[in-house]
Nanobody, 128 residues
Framework: QVQIMESGGGSVQAGGSLRLSCEAS????????MGWFRQVSGKEREGVAAIDNDGKTTYADSVKGRFSISGEDTKNLVYLQMDSLKPEDTAMYYC??????????????????????WGQGTQVTVSS
């Protein structure tokens, strides 16, 4: 059974840091890219960062220089280190795994894609 589980969300003041973790169970993920998306209720989902199993990464312009994605292939773990957080970073953050390059995953990932796997999400709240 394939599962994606996120953890590490919470509340922090502007300028603070949080680290999100995502664990993917199942051997197929060893060849998948994994990424993070975020969504605020009533707004479009936004791709944040993605990484493949060679360590290639891609980021949304809105988080470049502040967020860093990394992974532990042997454990199917992906992390999102978020520094210099802003109130506009407040959202539900979702981890996703898919058989695409990081750039493609970030551009097109959707819960409706039958080849992707999504977690339940973890809330990040940044207060001013």
């Amino acid at each position: 059974q394939v599962q994606i589980m996120e953890s590490g969300g919470g509340s922090v003041q502007a300028g603070g840091s949080l680290r999100l973790s995502c664990e993917a169970s199942g051997s197929k993920f060893r060849t998948y890219s994994m990424g993070w998306f975020r969504q605020v209720s009533g707004k479009e989902r936004e791709g944040v960062a993605a990484i493949d199993n060679d360590g290639k990464t891609t980021y949304a312009d809105s988080v470049k220089g502040r967020f860093s994605i990394s992974g532990e292939d042997t454990k199917n773990l992906v992390y999102l280190q978020m520094d210099s957080l802003k109130p506009e970073d407040t959202a539900m953050y979702y981890c996703v795994a898919g058989p695409y390059s990081p750039v493609t995953l970030l551009r097109r990932a959707s819960p409706d894609d039958p080849f992707e796997y999504w977690g339940q999400g973890t809330q990040v709240t940044v207060s001013s």
